[in-house]
């Protein structure tokens, strides 16, 4: 039996991967962004493949009744929702002091709260027609220390904690849930200079730059292969690729070392960044939503 798939995020980079992967698994993918025309988009290619099938919906993940929504119609439609994928998210990097609240705000409410509206919405339903599997992305930044990007990496330990504590609760009740840690992964995200209604930093203009100055990206298409293999295997965590599972042994057997290396990498972030003009931190806050 082909499965019911909500895929949040999957306009782009890990969730427009996700997409595919689950279409051409036979699935029935909601492709749902915040970027209607890409979800279409997503889902028109997918529909022309004559794989699975898609539709496209325009959903925040910041509004809650929203996504519940969603989940109620789709569960409502075919009778089942079969797997919820909790991808989307946003990235902003840059130092603590550069930040404001509203950056805080912002990753905290896609990256965290967009989460906990989609587990909201389909756990109960899973809950109550005995299966399911919650999908949650979180981040290699969820595992080990992430400096220069500390509301992302807070709000991904966050997703790996809610996601392992909740997997020893759903069990019994027949429901699966999977916490998706990749590592650097080539995406859209690397190119954002963040939110455009928020000042951006030093480190948000050269993500891409610094990232790949000192490491290789690892596809989409093959995390997203990863992700439906820890599926059916029933993963708690997909940690890939193979430099993130060794970056995470690291972190367990040697912390100590780990966090020399995370200063290291700092100091040489700083001097990349070093005629980069600093853009102080505010002391507001923007609305949230």
């Known amino acids: 039996m082909n499965r019911i798939v909500i ?3 999957g306009a782009s980079g890990i969730g427009r991967s996700l997409c595919r992967a689950f279409a051409a698994a036979g699935d029935h993918v909601v492709v749902a962004d915040l970027d209607r025309v ?4 997503v889902a028109a290619e997918l529909t022309a493949a004559r794989a699975g099938s898609a539709v496209a919906a325009a959903l925040d993940v910041r509004d809650a009744p929203a996504v519940a929504a969603l989940v109620t119609a789709t569960h409502q439609r075919h009778g089942r929702l079969d797997v919820m994928v909790n991808n989307a998210g946003i990235g902003v990097g840059g130092e603590v002091e550069e930040l404001t609240v509203a950056h805080w705000d912002r990753v905290i409410d896609v990256n965290l709260r967009g989460v906990v509206h989609g587990v909201a919405a389909a756990y109960p339903l899973m809950v109550a027609q005995g299966f399911g599997h919650l999908v949650n992305t979180a981040s290699l930044a969820g595992l080990v220390p992430a400096p220069l990007l500390a509301p992302y990496a807070a709000t991904k330990h966050a997703v790996v904690g809610l996601s392992l504590s909740l997997r020893a609760e759903a069990a019994a009740h027949g429901v ?3 916490a998706v840690c990749p590592g650097f992964t080539d995406t859209p995200i690397l190119d954002s ?7 951006p930093t030093r480190l948000s203009s050269t ?6 100055a000192s490491m290789a990206l690892y596809s989409p298409d093959a995390l997203a292969g990863d992700v439906l293999r ?10 890939a690729p193979r430099s993130a599972r060794v970056a995470w042994r690291l972190q367990r057997l040697a912390p100590s070392l780990v ?3 995370a200063a290291r990498q700092v100091a040489r972030v700083r ?5 980069a003009p600093r853009v102080p931190a505010g002391p507001g806050s923007s609305p949230r939503g």
């Open 230 to 239: 820890g599926i059916e295997r029933n993963r708690a965590l997909v940690v």
């Open 259 to 261: 966090a020399r290396e």
């Open 193 to 199: 200079a963040g939110p455009a209604d928020l000042p």
């Open 7 to 9: 895929v949040t995020g």
């Open 207 to 212: 993500a891409r730059q610094t990232v790949t």
């Open 176 to 178: 699966k849930v999977t």
């Open 271 to 275: 001097r990349q960044l070093a005629g």
């Open 38 to 41: 890409g979800a279409e988009r």
